[in-house]
């Protein structure tokens, strides 16, 4: 059987009850379900082989691994409830009593859902009584774990969109975010699902909460928990080769990815997951964005909180890839998704549709799913993004916040009328050493400066380490695609808006230090090997170049070297 014959028995099968009248379709989230056939002997077929390609990739951990997990949670919900035991006797509650009000540790993400990949980070949520602040978490708990011996890398965001505290336990990451309820007490059988929890919580807390109560929500809408996990570690290892799983960066996050194949369990139900992989490329190469991707009505809750409506809010309309979270206050999970990436990502969800309608019909392998497509072949014209700083501590904070910002200068890019696509590559290059930019500044002078300076953020020009010494640096790459030849085309204001904003909300969040340096660079293709080691460079195939490009000349500007003007000859 073919996957198109296989792929139309599954829209047009038709469960039968015993005297032979079809069966009422059962409804899975908002829709019936387009197919309740059972899997035939080539899905059970095709299933085996995925779960087989899969093991090489470490997209699952040991029962080893997966105990160690677990102790060190049990180790930090212990260590949780002994710091509010402690806040709450400090806050002149009775011993007795404090001995009760609890607390405890959940957690959300890839590891709830059981998708988590050998030697991910954990996502997890510390849940308090009302007398409980997050003034509390950020001082006396903070300060706690700076004195346990298993805890390394610590360190707080407290002024982000959702405060989290970061750690190292145990060899293990973890993101913990922090919320206080209404309650006097924490029982440890608490279900978070229940909407009446919010009422009267800051909008912090409710996004703190926010974490846990999709994932739990995306669990309970999904009709076969196990197959719905194979599917989706298949469908998180494709974008991340692929090069689509980044929410910061404008693709999606793993909420996003677990949202849309949930979607396909609910249309085919009793479908193995091999066949949910296949499905899901069919739908969603033919999505009509932006109709958004629904997995329940939305709930009617009337706590004030805002909530994704188009209906009501005009800004909701202008969203070019809705996926609504299915817990109360819903969102929009891809609210930074643009133009381009858009773009990017249909030209995938197409390409994986033929892919895997090869592999249904045995003229390929699953490995096949999992080539990363051309990216530095495939494109003429690149802007190269650089960020330094004087240590290594300092660079893992600096590049968060580079690529928080990096999604509004490829915005602009796409808005400037001469530039028909500018595809940002998710992945960070690292230089820990500063060598392959001193390399490039000697052999390619690509911004103007001379081999020894780089662009600081007050415009000024500084060496490239203190002492002459490299400093850690890394690199990010934007592709172009230009509508035309022979236009002029100047790309300052754009590049100018970017850095300002980095230096805005570096300076706000106190984030600015001595040595942070921030640099674009025009390159074409031939110049890629002054940035990347070759074997990066030979992994990407020759590509035929699309048309449309032709060559842009750096010119330097002397009031300022990173503003660059480029001129297309």
Partial sequence: MTFSQHSNNMHTSKPQQPDGKPQQTPIYGMTCALNMSHPSQLDVQRTQELSECLKPYNVSETDEELSCRMEVLSKLNNLVKEWI??????????????????????????????????????????VAPRHVDRSDYFTSF??????????????????????????????????????????KEIPDDMDLRDDMLLKNLDQKCVRSLNGCRVT??????????????????????????????????????????????????????NAAASTLVVKFFLVFSQWKWPQPVLL????????GFPVWDPRVNAADRYHLMPIITPAYPQQNSTF???TSTRTVMQEEFKLG???????????????????????????????????????????????GLIESKVRHLVGNLERNPHISLAHVNPECYSDPTGQIIANSNATSGANGASPEEITTLDGETGKTGNSGQPTPTSIWFIAFKFVQDNVNLNLTNDIQHFTSAVIWQATLSKVLKDGMNIEARYVQRKQLNQYLPGHILKKDKKLKPSGGDSVISPRKRKSDQSWMSWRQK
């Fill in 85 to 126: 035991k402690e806040v709450s006797i400090a806050k002149n509650i009775p011993p007795s009593v404090a001995e009760k009000v609890g607390g405890k540790i959940y957690t959300f993400g890839s590891y709830r859902l059981g998708v988590h990949h050998k030697g991910a980070d954990i996502d997890a949520l510390c």
């Fill in 142 to 183: 903070f300060e706690r774990l700076k004195t346990v011996d298993e805890v390394t890398d610590l360190r707080a965001v407290e002024e982000a969109f959702v405060p989290v505290i970061k750690m190292n336990f145990d060899g293990i990451e973890i993101d913990m975010l922090f919320a206080r309820l209404a309650l």
């Fill in 336 to 338: 930074n998704v643009s």
């Fill in 216 to 269: 739990d929500e995306i669990l309970r809408l999904v009709p076969n928990i196990e197959n719905f996990r194979l599917a989706l570690r298949t469908i998180k290892l494709w974008a991340k080769k692929h090069r689509i799983y980044s929410n910061v960066l404008g693709y999606l996050g793993g909420v996003s990815w677990a949202m849309l194949v949930a979607r396909i369990c609910q249309l085919y139900p």
């Fill in 353 to 399: 549709r033929a892919i895997s309608e090869d592999i249904y019909n045995g003229k390929t392998t699953w490995d096949k799913l999992f080539e990363a497509p051309q990216f530095f072949s495939k494109y003429r014209h690149y802007l190269v993004l650089i960020a330094s700083s004087a240590c290594t501590e300092d660079q893992l904070e600096w590049c």
């Fill in 296 to 303: 329940k009505k939305p709930d009617n809750v009337n706590l």
